[in-house]
C-alpha cells in the first residue's frame, strides 16, 4: 500500500476524514502513526474532542512492558523499540474492539507521571462507533506488529519537521524527570534510532500527512 501525501493546512480537514469513516454508524478503527514526537496522541486526542462520544482514543502505548520486565530483560535502555511492547496484547484488543461483542472493553493507558502502563483506564462502549489508536509501530512489519495493520481500516502516517520533534522529545523528557544534557541524548539516541525504524513503514499509510509551511 502506498501512501499519499497531503498537506496538513486545517485540524477540521482531519476531523471530517475521520467522521466520515464511521458515519454508517459501523465500528471502524483509525491508526495514526509516525515517528516519536511527531504529535500522534495530540493529534488523536484533539479528534476524539471534536467528535464529541463518536470516538474514543486507545493508545499503543498503553501496551509498554513495565519498567521492572524490561529490567530484567535487559531492555531498559532501548524502551519505546519495537520488542519492549507487548504486541500480542495490542493485537488482540484491536481484534475484540473490531468484534464489537461486548458491551464494554476496557483498554490500557501509560501514564508519563508513573513512566508505567495502568490497565483498565480507557471504557470503549460498544455504541462508539469511531476508535482512534495511535503509535510509532502500526505500520510496522516483523515482530508480530504486521497483524496490526489488517485490523486498521484506515492508516494515516504523521510527517513532521525532524528539528521539530527533537525539541518536542527532549522537552518531554525533561517533564518526566530527566536533566537536559540525559533529555538531550536520549531524544537523539534511543528515540531517534526508534524513529529511523519508524520512518520506513510510511509507504504502508493510506495518507501521508504533513503539516502545511
Same mark, same amino acid.
Given at each position: 500500500?502506498?501512501?499519499?501525501?497531503?498537506?496538513?493546512?486545517?485540524?477540521? =480537514?482531519? *476531523?471530517?476524514? +475521520?467522521?466520515?469513516?464511521? /458515519? %454508517?454508524? #459501523?465500528?471502524?478503527?483509525? &491508526?495514526?502513526?509516525?515517528? @516519536?514526537?511527531?504529535?500522534?496522541?495530540?493529534?488523536?486526542?484533539?479528534?476524539?474532542?471534536?467528535?464529541?462520544?463518536?470516538?474514543?482514543?486507545?493508545?499503543?502505548?498503553?501496551?509498554?512492558?513495565?519498567?521492572?520486565?524490561?529490567?530484567?530483560?535487559?531492555?531498559?535502555?532501548?524502551?519505546?523499540?519495537?520488542?519492549?511492547?507487548?504486541?500480542?496484547?495490542?493485537?488482540?484488543?484491536?481484534?475484540?474492539?473490531?468484534?464489537?461483542? =461486548?458491551? *464494554?472493553?476496557? +483498554?490500557?493507558?501509560?501514564? /508519563? %507521571?508513573? #513512566?508505567?502502563?495502568?490497565? &483498565?483506564?480507557?471504557?470503549? @462502549?460498544?455504541?462508539?462507533?469511531?476508535?482512534?489508536?495511535?503509535?510509532?509501530?502500526?505500520?510496522?512489519?516483523?515482530?508480530?506488529?504486521?497483524?496490526?495493520?489488517?485490523?486498521?481500516?484506515?492508516?494515516?502516517?504523521?510527517?513532521?519537521?525532524?528539528?521539530?520533534?527533537?525539541?518536542?522529545?527532549?522537552?518531554?523528557?525533561?517533564?518526566?524527570?530527566?536533566?537536559?544534557?540525559?533529555?538531550?541524548?536520549?531524544?537523539?539516541?534511543?528515540?531517534?534510532?526508534?524513529?529511523?525504524?519508524?520512518?520506513?513503514?510510511?509507504?504502508?499509510?493510506?495518507?501521508?500527512?504533513?503539516?502545511?509551511?
Amino acid at each position: 500500500m502506498t501512501g499519499h501525501d497531503h498537506p496538513v493546512t486545517h485540524p477540521t =480537514e482531519l *476531523v471530517a476524514r +475521520a467522521a466520515d469513516l464511521a /458515519r %454508517d454508524g #459501523e465500528r471502524r478503527i483509525l &491508526g495514526i502513526a509516525g515517528e @516519536p514526537g511527531a504529535g500522534k496522541s495530540t493529534l488523536a486526542v484533539t479528534l476524539v474532542a471534536a467528535l464529541g462520544g463518536g470516538a474514543v482514543y486507545v493508545p499503543m502505548d498503553g501496551f509498554h512492558l513495565a519498567r521492572a520486565e524490561l529490567v530484567r530483560l535487559g531492555r531498559a535502555e532501548r524502551k519505546g523499540a519495537p520488542d519492549t511492547f507487548d504486541v500480542g496484547g495490542y493485537v488482540a484488543l484491536l481484534r475484540r474492539l473490531r468484534t464489537r461483542g =461486548e458491551p *464494554v472493553v476496557w +483498554a490500557p493507558a501509560f501514564h /508519563r %507521571d508513573l #513512566e508505567e502502563p495502568v490497565a &483498565g483506564s480507557i471504557a470503549v @462502549p460498544a455504541g462508539v462507533p469511531l476508535v482512534i489508536t495511535e503509535g510509532n509501530y502500526l505500520l510496522h512489519d516483523h515482530g508480530g506488529w504486521e497483524a496490526v495493520r489488517p485490523l486498521l481500516d484506515e492508516a494515516w502516517f504523521l510527517d513532521v519537521d525532524r528539528g521539530l520533534r527533537l525539541e518536542r522529545l527532549a522537552a518531554r523528557h525533561r517533564a518526566h524527570g530527566r536533566d537536559a544534557e540525559a533529555a538531550y541524548r536520549w531524544a537523539r539516541g534511543t528515540d531517534e534510532r526508534n524513529a529511523e525504524l519508524v520512518r520506513t513503514t510510511a509507504a504502508r499509510a493510506d495518507h501521508v500527512l504533513r503539516p502545511a509551511g
